[in-house]
């Protein structure tokens, strides 16, 4: 079935991308995907609620690739629309916490330096952090804005009137914080940015609105410390829906992982504003970093070793352990097998394979069944399954690679690889495999890949 986006933006080759679908793929990222036509709903959401900051996200996102592409980038780093995320916050953010104006000179040169000053970061943490900088580079960019602007004169900070509720709206709160994810906390701007994402993936649909709703229920729960005003205007709940979708894409999508995460941000964010800041996105961003982190504790310090995971789960007949070695932390993977493992007929059999194995979670739209892995970094062997245009982010081959593609099509920067298709990766090959119509593939892997999209924010 073909999707949406495809219909009505028809898939071009990579590095053929057009400029003008780069800028919609970087307002798409606002929510972590790579769509242009969820990126047309978050303009339109935006614009209901501003036209001012409709066109300072435009314009920032038109800025944010010609600025990484000034810093060398090229490729798959610009095609994600990930560049265009840090710079659309900082212009949305503008709009809502300064006085602005269409024919605010100034303003608009503010805009420009702040969008600069995010690309420039960006570009510094991907260079040396080795974790996923999500909006780091626009938190520290506002604040230090925020800090600024009374010994500066310029930007002037709003002043803004507390509103008056005298009890809980629920469908207000849920689809204000909904609309809150992009800086315009009203119904309509919700309910576009909610389809905007169900268009994209509807399981990130499902999670935005499960993360409004557990960022609502979880802000009253303790409105003792939290203003009955900023429940209702989403302000209590939005760090809940871009934590539910970004635990759930950066660690191994795990919706329990993904529900967790949306409760701790949530109750981070009065934590984070007694810390004399303003809060913004930066209880989603510690949430997901703190996840991520415990993934690492996991696989590092308490992965128990094959021979002993068999003896506690005797049960298991897979002897399936969680050691997150190629994928991201939380991910089931298996032991090197100590006899062999056949798979008679592998070809002829590939249409039933979809039913007939335990298929896990691996990036999104690609699911995972692991023939065994020998953890830390060695040698494994999988079976990936890709859903229709599913695409693994960017990566770097450390070891060897063997790969036979077994039903449908793969493709990545370097050409089309029917099936039948017999690809040798030597070490140092960097690409993106992608499928258009969905395909099964068996991978071996000399040594563990070294995923780099992730952390290009």
Not at 26 to 51: D, K, M, Y
Not at 65 to 93: F, Y
Not at 380 to 404: C, K, N
Request: hydrophobic share 50%; charged share 10%.
């Amino acid at each position: 079935m073909q999707s949406p986006v495809d219909a009505i933006f028809p898939p071009v080759e990579t590095g053929r991308v057009p400029y003008w679908r780069l800028v919609l793929r970087g307002c798409s990222q606002l929510c972590f995907q790579t769509n242009e036509l969820t990126g047309l709903f978050f303009l339109a959401a935006v614009l209901i609620a501003s036209p001012l900051a409709a066109a300072y996200m435009l314009v920032a996102a038109t800025l944010a690739p010609a600025g990484r592409m000034l810093l060398g980038d090229r490729g798959a780093v610009l095609e994600t629309g990930l560049p265009g995320l840090n710079p659309c916050l900082i212009a949305l953010s503008l709009p809502a916490f300064f006085h602005t104006g269409w024919t605010d000179v100034a303003m608009w040169g503010v805009l420009v330096v702040s969008v600069a000053c995010t690309v420039l970061l960006t570009r510094l943490f991907v260079a040396f952090l080795q974790f996923p900088t999500l909006a780091l580079p626009f938190l520290i960019t506002f604040w230090v804005l925020f800090a600024l602007a009374p010994k500066l004169g310029i930007p002037q900070p709003l002043a803004f009137r507390p509103a008056e509720y005298t009890g809980l709206q629920p469908l207000r709160a849920v689809l204000s914080s909904l609309g809150d994810a992009i800086f315009s906390p009203n119904i309509w701007s919700g309910l576009l940015f909610l389809v905007g994402v169900l268009l994209s993936d509807w399981r990130h649909g499902l999670l935005a609105l499960f993360g409004a709703v557990i960022g609502t229920v979880v802000s009253y729960y303790h409105r003792e410390v939290v203003d009955l005003a900023g429940i209702n205007l989403g302000l209590c709940g939005f760090n809940g829906v871009l934590t539910a979708v970004s635990v759930f894409v950066f660690c191994g999508g795990q919706l329990r992982l993904a529900i967790l995460g949306a409760i701790l941000a949530t109750m981070l964010t009065p934590a984070v504003v007694d810390f004399g800041v303003q809060a913004l996105s930066a209880p989603f961003v510690l949430t997901t970093w703190l996840m991520l982190a415990l993934g690492w504790v996991e696989h590092n310090w308490f992965a128990l070793p094959p021979a002993v995971a068999s003896r506690a789960d005797p049960a298991s007949k897979s002897n399936a352990t969680q050691l997150p070695t190629q994928g991201p932390p939380g991910g089931y993977r298996m032991p090197a097998p100590t006899g062999p493992t056949v798979l008679a007929g592998l070809i002829q059999r590939v249409s039933t394979l979809r039913e007939t194995f335990d298929w896990k979670p691996f990036r999104p739209g690609v699911t995972a069944h692991w023939l065994y892995d020998e953890g830390g970094g060695g040698a494994a062997a999988v079976l990936l399954r890709y859903e229709p245009g599913a695409q693994v982010a960017l990566h770097e081959h450390v070891g060897h690679e063997h790969m036979l593609v077994l039903e449908g099509e793969q493709s990545d920067e370097a050409g089309a690889y029917p099936a039948g298709t017999f690809v040798i990766y030597a070490p140092g090959t960097r690409h993106s495999p992608r499928s258009k119509d969905g395909c099964v593939a068996l991978l071996i892997y000399e040594k563990a890949v070294d995923f780099l999209a992730p952390a290009q924010t």
